[in-house]
């Protein structure tokens, strides 16, 4: 069954019958796509542009060099005159406290998330955001 097919099943498309004089509203059949969809084998791709941030790839070395670490929440809490970031100071492992912001505050109120296991790539370059220094990525 073509992609098509399955999806004009799942959102059908609605057209006018006129019947008599008056008109009512019917379901189309999946033959008829009323130029709503264009079947992938009438599109052409051959002038598709690929945004700049995909066009590069990172080869496996570069990856490798990334330190994914388990890092356990000890404290989190939310940044002042800022909806999006969480403060995170996590254990992972090193003896010393690291701090970390992240902007999931609309998935996660701060304290749900005290005392969870995450995963952290912990060799990053500190970034300062508001005000903060972050050292590292939650992922």
């Known amino acids: 069954m073509k992609l098509f097919e399955i999806l004009s099943r799942i959102f059908p498309t609605l057209k006018s019958e006129k019947t008599g004089g008056e008109s009512t509203v019917s379901k189309s059949s999946t033959n008829d796509n009323n130029g709503f969809f264009t079947p992938n084998n009438k599109i052409d791709f051959s002038k598709v542009v690929i945004e700049p941030l995909f066009e590069e790839c990172v080869d496996f070395e570069t990856f490798s060099k990334s330190d994914f670490r388990a890092v356990k929440v000890k404290e989190c809490t939310a940044v002042e005159k800022s909806k999006k970031l969480l403060k995170f100071t996590l254990n992972d492992g090193s003896g010393k406290d690291r701090v970390i912001l992240s902007g999931i505050h609309a998935y996660y109120e701060p304290e ?19 005000g903060i220094d972050s050292c590292g990525m939650l992922l």
Do not use: D, S
Request: glycine share 6%.
């Open 112 to 130: 749900q998330l005290i005392g969870k296991t995450l995963i952290a790539i912990v060799n990053l370059p500190p970034r300062n955001m508001m």
